[in-house]
């Protein structure tokens, strides 16, 4: 008898494991099926069914137990768990809402801490950014008020879905968004946003048969774009050109640049055309001549005295030499590929950089007929805050509107294994980039930058973002002791301090 009974469970045990296995391998068939082909909202789980979840499941666990094995949240780099963790939620309208205390660490040097008013504005006070004229001497002038907009990434460097699913976002948010050095592929003119036109060192897209500046292309491309930025320099590799691996010259990338398929696109380090300061006014007049459109230009700094020889040059040779605008990018900005030696250690920081040019242009009394753009590792709304401050009249970034297309920080960008879809010109993996999904949340990303440094003013007693000044603002110096950021960066003479916040405010 008892024989029989431990035959019987022996039986029923084979019965139930045989019945959870089944459930467990058809659970596991219906959620790879699932997430390889109806699910669209994770690039990960589309590429990478099931392993996928894996991640998901630990990132979470993360939350609990990171604390006895994981790094902090604010420690990983390039950029931190948190900041990451911050675009996510925002990008998919979650709102960038936490519970019980911040992790931000105010005794940190170079923290920021806004000076919050007594009296904040109340709701019915506060009012609309107001649009700024970029370039208002132009045939076209082009007029814009989103803060927080889109920097330049070259279709080739990031894939096709990538890049409509950033035109479809910026057209919807009423942001602008730069091409990068790639030239334009059709995909940037999808739905009609505003469009930077960037000219790299290799003139893709506006040279002729020869590599040379091609003044027809130029005035054909003005009726399409809203501005063109002449690049200089990049924050990840001043002193070196654009560099685009053998394996991303697909046939219509080769085509659109001009370039050989399947061949290293390797940039010039500098415009062949530009030697000297003089010569870059010359071709920021030939373009707004053949174009009509505002031109700027965008420059890493070394020091105050390039940006200092471009001040007296104006000067010296007529207004209507000055750029239109100019992209300053901190030596810590992003790209696909460099080499390691100059994103580590060249170029001056944008903390650095960015007052540097604000204060020359205030000095020689330029900063109101140039508009400066900040760039540089960007992509929270207190940095947007902190840069309108400082006395940018914009902010750009590239790798806060990777994150909100999904972008996991796996740092194969330069390899086209990227996990996510993005950099990748692999059509398996792109498939986990869903456009109208990614499109949204780049939308709704760029609205709720703009939206919260609004807040932040408002907080500050402002009535918009645009009324912001260097005495809104604290810069921690060491644990307990922060100071006024206009004490740190004081306006400079000839200027009055506050002859200089007011050129700043009305400007």
Known sequence: MPQDITSILANWLIIFTAFVLFVVVVTMVLLYVYDRYFQTKHSVLRNYPLIGRLRYFLERLGEYFRQYFF????????????????????AKGLGGMISFGSTYDLRQPGSFIFVNASFPRLEEEHSDVPPIVI???????????????????????ISKPAVRALARGAAKAGIWINTGEGGMSPYHLEHGPDIIYQIGTAKYGVRDMHGNLDD???????????????????GAKPGRGGVLPAVKVTEEIAQIRGIPLHTVSSSPNRHLDI?????????????????????????????????REVCEAIQRRGIEYAPDFITVDGGEGGTGAAPQVLADYVGLPIAESLPM?????MEYGLKHHVRV?????????????WALCMGADFVVSARGFMFALGCIQSLQCHKDTCPTGITTHNKRLQKG?????????VAAY?????????????ACGLRNAREFLREHIRIVQRPGWSMPLEEIHPYPSPLHSASAAEEHLHN
């Not at 609205?447 to 807040?455: A, G, I, L, S």
Request: glycine share 6%; hydrophobic share 40%.
């Open 446 to 458: 760029a609205h709720w930058v703009n939206k919260e440094v609004n807040v932040i003013a408002h």
């Open 373 to 385: 753009v900040a760039s540089g590792k960007l992509i929270t709304s207190a940095e947007v805050a």
């Open 71 to 90: 790094a902090q949240d604010r420690e990983e780099m390039p950029f931190n768990r948190a900041s990451r963790a911050w675009v996510y939620r925002t």
């Open 216 to 234: 027809e292309k130029l005035r054909i491309l003005g009726e399409q774009v809203k501005a063109f930025e002449i690049k200089l320099s990049q």
């Open 275 to 307: 030697n000297n300061t003089d010569d870059l006014l010359n071709m920021i007049k030939r373009v707004r001549d053949a174009s009509g459109r505002p031109v700027g230009f965008k420059v890493v700094l070394g020091s105050d005295r390039f940006i």
């Open 135 to 157: 370039g208002p001497h132009c045939r076209h002038p082009f007029v814009t008020r989103s803060l927080y907009n889109i920097s330049g990434m070259s279709y080739g460097a």
């Open 433 to 441: 980039l869903v456009i109208n999904d990614k499109a949204e949340r």
């Open 357 to 361: 040019m604000v204060d020359v242009f």
